[in-house]
């Protein structure tokens, strides 16, 4: 590494006018690469000495921030290396300092291959070294086998049949024996099978907050959607507010009386929630607590950042995204593709950020899990949802971004091989994402235009759209240390009577603020006459949940549907077409106390089929998860033939909360009975 400094110093001093390593009289050829190499040196031993405890010192400012600083630190110590040069004849102006560290710390990398995730020799020696420094400085591992839980946040389980019968994914693809199958030992070219392939089905609310919450802490009871309003606080609650994030997961943590699926030597990278790991980083539930060293909720950032050419990785390929991004966009526009949704502002650097910089913090936060040893690690990679959102869950743009996500896998699987335990690694998904243009843009008004109509008020000419519910943008602020959706979401209600309509994909929820109780269908009939009946027969909705004083509850859907919900399995009526398990769904979301007054479920068109069937999103996206309909549904499990199967032949894993028992039992067979773990005080803390 050294003799490429050196050389690329060399080069650099030909090309930059600021940037010299010769006197203004001149110097042999001899002299400059001798300058060239002491400057080289004393970088490298500035950077690998300095850099640790600068990056301590910045552990108070936002992670992204620190991710710009990183060009100017750099800089600075180049500038002090080449003031150390016993010549004294090198110098660069500031602005050339920085250029000239990033490339050295560049192609330093690049030579190094950082930059690759093939396995090729010279990686190969990278992770041996990185291993055997574990090994030395660290007890010898246990030889029972750790688990990598790796979610894929949004891919549905059809898209990665589709994924890996194009070759997008042939790590997958390996993995099932080439045939895909989810169930034999080999596939199609008699490559023998080391994992299994199994769907599951979600609950009613198919997004991360219910499903991480069930999968990590064993209960989602009470979260009807990705957002709602609690009429006891008058807040309106959102999974990936870091506050209210932290107040679930408490919930879920008095519910059940244990920590979480990660609390016997476990770590939770890149999640909503810390599953009770004594190990977190880039936990948004830990994201509000006070600022200090002890605050680890960003400490993924400094781990990675902490090495320079990390940081120049990454912002090179964070520009390349963008301008992939733009140029992805650009031609959408130009070919007039349908649906379609705006992707300007500010959401090219949301979509990198959580392509490159998300993906590559947190699989190298599991590289030094796995490197040191832990018994399970729990990780989200959001890339594919942040872009299907906006760009569709199937084309070229989402195809890119799996081919990129099976990379990161065959990473974490070349990492194993020198772990000092063995592993097995668990590739799962929280939902699936259903297709379809918004509501908006088919019918020309919201959800919340219509209720307002329903209720005989007012409609306002430009009606406020509804914010993304997109992880990635949670990500973001929380690395920026700003609120998420802060003025964005409305907290109190202008008018007590007006109502609060909010959307968490195909999901609508409208809620009265000024009544303190769960509305009945009467109770609403009486106020508000045609409400209801206007939301059944539009066609763009599939049907309602209400309570009934005379049935408990019933759905209601058009030409004057109403079905008690203890008649559901005899007659599905309009949730017929969900297909199985809808009115199961339906039945234990109206069992929870914050149920709104009113749910309102999307319509459905299955006519290509359940992977590509439509519905229509209350928020900005074409493709969108959040309720009833079609792939969203249905996300996957891709488990090592070596645990035992997730469910008999003939039963269907339904459920996050099911997922969760089936994980905790895979980490018995492995690790003996795991023992719950009392939750810490900060974390009862409302």
């Not at 507010?241 to 939770?268: F, V, Y």
Request: charged share 25%.
């Amino acid at each position: 590494m050294w003799a490429v400094s050196t050389v690329t110093m060399l080069v650099l001093a030909g090309i930059l006018p600021d940037f010299q390593l010769q006197s203004a009289d001149g110097d042999s050829a001899t002299h400059i690469a001798m300058t060239a190499a002491l400057g080289a040196g004393a970088f490298g031993l500035l950077s690998a000495l300095a850099w640790p405890l600068l990056v301590r010192l910045l552990l108070l400012v936002p992670a992204l921030v620190l991710g710009l600083l990183v060009f100017f630190l750099n800089g600075s110590l180049l500038i002090v290396a080449l003031r150390l040069v016993p010549s004294g004849d090198s110098e660069a102006a500031p602005e050339t300092a920085v250029i000239v560290a990033a490339v050295m710390s560049a192609v330093a990398s690049a030579t190094g291959a950082a930059l690759a995730v093939r396995d090729d020799d010279a990686y190969r020696r990278r992770l041996y070294r990185l291993a055997d420094r574990r090994r030395r400085a660290l007890p010898p591992g246990p030889s029972s086998p750790g688990t990598v839980f790796i979610q894929l946040d949004g891919v549905g389980h059809d898209v990665l049949l589709d994924a890996v019968g194009k070759d997008l994914m042939p790590t997958v693809a390996r993995w099932l024996g080439h045939g895909a199958n989810g169930g034999g030992t080999g596939g199609a070219d008699g490559a023998r099978a080391s994992h299994r392939l199994t769907p599951w089905r979600t609950d009613w609310s198919s997004q991360t907050g219910a499903s991480q919450l069930g999968i990590l802490h064993g209960s989602n009871h009470d979260v009807p959607a990705f957002r709602w309003y609690e009429k006891a606080a008058r807040e309106v609650m959102v999974c990936n507010r870091p506050a209210n994030a932290a107040e679930l997961q408490r919930r879920a943590i008095d519910r059940t009386g244990d920590g979480g699926l990660l609390t016997a030597d476990g770590a939770s990278r890149g999640n909503l929630f810390s599953g009770g790991a004594d190990e977190q980083a880039l936990v948004l539930s830990i994201a509000t607590k006070r600022r200090s060293r002890e605050n680890r909720s960003r400490s993924g950032y400094f781990a990675y950042f902490s090495d320079p050419a990390n940081a120049v990785r990454t912002a090179l390929s964070f520009t390349a995204e963008v301008g992939r991004e733009i140029g992805q966009s650009t031609r959408a526009r130009a070919r007039k593709v349908r649906p379609r949704v705006s992707r300007g502002g500010l959401y090219p650097l949301v979509r990198a950020f959580a392509t490159v910089v998300e993906r590559d913090v947190v699989v190298a936060a599991v590289m030094g899990d796995m490197l040191a040893g832990r018994t399970a690690v729990y990780a989200d990679l959001v890339a594919y949802d942040e872009v299907a959102h906006h760009s569709g869950p199937r084309g070229r743009d989402t195809e890119k971004v799996l081919e990129r996500l099976d990379r990161a896998l065959a990473l974490i699987e070349n990492v194993a091989e020198h772990a000092p335990r063995p592993y097995r690694i668990v590739v799962l998904s929280d939902h699936g994402q259903s297709p379809g243009e918004t509501f908006r843009a088919r019918y020309g008004l919201g959800l919340g235009d219509l209720v307002r109509a329903g209720c005989g008020l007012p409609v306002p000419r430009r009606a406020r759209r509804t914010h993304s519910g997109a992880e990635a943008r949670a990500a973001v602020r929380a690395a920026l240390r700003r609120p998420v959706e802060d003025g964005g979401e409305q907290h109190r209600p202008s008018r007590r009577s007006e109502p609060i309509v909010l959307a968490s994909g195909n999901l609508g929820l409208v809620s009265f603020p000024d009544v303190p109780h769960r509305m009945t269908k009467e109770e609403i009939d009486a106020r508000h006459p045609a409400l209801l009946t206007t939301l059944a027969n539009h066609p763009g909705i599939g049907f309602l949940l209400v309570r009934s004083e005379r049935h408990g509850g019933v759905v209601l859907g058009a030409y004057g549907a109403e079905i008690p919900l203890d008649q559901l399995d005899d007659k599905p009526g309009p949730l017929e077409a969900f297909g199985p398990g809808a009115a199961d769904t339906v039945r234990r979301t109206h069992s929870f106390p914050n149920a709104a007054d009113i749910m309102v479920n999307s319509a459905y068109d299955e006519a290509d089929g359940e992977a590509n069937g439509e519905v229509l999103a209350f928020e900005e996206q074409i493709g969108s998860h959040g309720g009833l309909g079609g792939a969203q549904g249905k996300p996957f499990l891709l488990s090592p033939l070596a645990f035992s199967a997730p469910v008999d032949d003939g039963e269907d894993l339904v459920g996050a909360e099911h997922v969760h028992r089936v994980l905790r039992r895979w980490l018995r067979e492995v690790s003996g009975p795991q023992v719950p773990v009392e939750a810490k005080p900060e974390e009862r803390a409302a």
